[in-house]
């Protein structure tokens, strides 16, 4: 069984610093890791995935994650906040026996103050 | 990337009506998903829906309740069968497109 886990229901940063959106799997054999963002109204929009190579993954708007396979992460990560990030945040992992079936985390709500 | 156009994008319905959401791919495949975004909740996925042959359900999702119908290898249909209020939920379609999923704006039901 697969499950990914985002600890933080919320976080809050102010605009211009470092965003940290932590997600940590559980899957028996490869991970396929993504990010997603809901906006609200507005359906899902994919950020980035990891598949394999590099650990380190740059996705849209500035968004990048990186893959730590010893500490399961998949941290998403944004240099500078902006104001227009505030929204919902998944992360998902990908079954490898049926791709595009994924387990999503609970989600994680991000507020940018300016 | 695939472009997923779903009807309708809200309803308000009543206790104990049916609604059929349709999913229209630009794009022939052949697994499509159907999730549930329950209020404040993340998603959970319903079922997979494949071309040629009956959905496949999750734990805790039955056909009589959520029938699923795929007739080609780009749309497919969710009906909520008898809703209730705790039917109230966005629903997705998703669609595996090279390594990525790409999902529907989604359909956004009240039941009343």
């Known amino acids: 069984a697969q499950s990914v886990a985002q600890p933080e229901d919320q976080v809050n940063v102010a605009e211009g610093n470092p965003l940290t959106v932590k997600c940590t799997y559980s899957v028996s054999g490869n991970p396929y890791l993504f990010w997603y963002v809901q906006y609200p109204n507005r359906g899902l929009q994919f950020l980035l995935k990891?598949?394999?190579?590099?650990?380190l993954v740059k996705g849209s708007y500035g968004f990048e994650a990186e893959f730590n396979k010893s500490q399961t992460s998949f941290h998403l990560k944004k240099p500078s906040a902006l104001v227009s990030d505030s929204a919902l945040y998944f992360c998902?992992?990908?079954?490898?026996?049926?791709?595009?079936?994924?387990?999503f985390g609970a989600g994680t709500q991000v507020v940018v103050t300016p | 990337s695939a472009v997923i156009s779903q009807k309708p994008s809200r309803d308000i319905c009543q206790r104990g009506t049916s609604l059929t959401i349709q999913c229209q791919v630009d794009?022939?495949?052949?697994?499509m998903f159907w999730y549930r975004q329950q209020p404040g909740q993340s998603l959970t996925l319903i079922a997979t829906?494949?071309?040629?042959?009956?959905?496949?359900?999750e734990s805790g999702f039955v056909i009589d309740k959520f029938p699923i119908s795929r007739p080609n290898l780009t749309f497919s249909t969710l009906t909520v069968s008898n809703m209730s209020p705790e039917d109230s939920s966005i629903y997705l379609c998703?669609?595996?497109?090279?390594?990525?999923?790409?999902f529907g704006q989604g359909t956004r039901l009240t039941v009343v």
């Open positions: 829906a494949n071309q040629g042959s009956e959905a496949t359900y």
């Open positions: 990891y598949i394999t190579g590099d650990n």
């Open positions: 794009s022939q495949v052949t697994m």
């Open positions: 998703s669609v595996p497109d090279g390594l990525e999923a790409f």
């Open positions: 998902a992992v990908g079954a490898t026996d049926s791709w595009g079936k994924l387990q």
